[in-house]
């Protein structure tokens, strides 16, 4: 069951759902977010620890892979940080959407820096992502453009650098080890560069719900065990576009159990572009 991509999918989509939801209700009560990114990341990072004896133990060989590691750690650690500030100033279904933003990145640097080949459906599916992105924050005839769009953006950015760089690392090492080991490094890289001091943190533990914080840490460490397995055992082209139903789940969510209907035709509307603009980049 656990080698079924099927099943990785479907957890990856509930515990996804789940980690946005919780996150998102951590932030509207945060004292400050770098701390914040810091519990959340270490939590999610001792979970995946505790999960390192349930894999398969080995080890890459290669000098190189670690460097890589640690190159996307910085990424990583500059995309969660800054997600932390972007989530409190958007809705989940909101973000959701904009942080597609990164497949346009993955592939245009496809394009311009490892020139692979130029394909219609891929352009066609990036133009549709930005669309989709424009008619959220196209309100009552203007474009809504503030410091938390801006931040996603860049957000994004990083985390498709992130990506591409350790797009092949995670089979070198225990699945869950290297899942921890991206939480934990990039929560001290935050802890050193904000020079956050053990005071603030247990500030912002106080503040903080418990039970959100530890529902966010553990789904998110085992959402990103379910995504990387179900891509090592399924077909990306089939994978990628399933995980992104994670955008229709946070709308579904907000508008059953939160009851949040603000411009929910618009959000439906772009999720679907979403995902067939998902759909074509596979192609």
Known sequence: MFQSWIFL???????????????????????????????IELT????????????????????????????????????????????????TSVFTIIKQFSTVFMIFAGIFFFKEEVVFTKLLGAFLIVFSNVLVFFDKGKIRFDKYIVLGLLASFCAAIALFIDVNCSEHFNLAFYVGFTLVVPAVMIWGAERISFKALQAELQNCNL????????????????????????EVVVVSPLCSLVIMTNILVELVILKEKTDLAKKITAGLLILLSIWLIQL
């Open 9 to 39: 999918v479907v957890v990856h989509l509930i515990l996804a759902t789940v980690y946005n939801q919780t996150y998102k209700a951590l932030t509207s009560q945060m004292l400050q977010p770098g701390p914040l990114t810091i519990l």
């Open 211 to 234: 039970t959100f914080l530890s529902v966010t840490g553990v789904a998110c460490s085992l959402m990103t065990i379910a995504r990387l397995g179900a891509f090592q055992y399924g």
């Open 44 to 91: 999610a990072g001792a979970t995946c620890l505790l999960a390192v004896p349930f894999f398969d133990m080995h080890w890459p060989t290669e000098p190189s892979v670690y460097f890589f590691l640690i190159l996307a750690c910085v990424f990583y650690a500059l995309n969660d940080r800054l997600c932390t500030t972007v989530r409190k100033g958007m809705d």
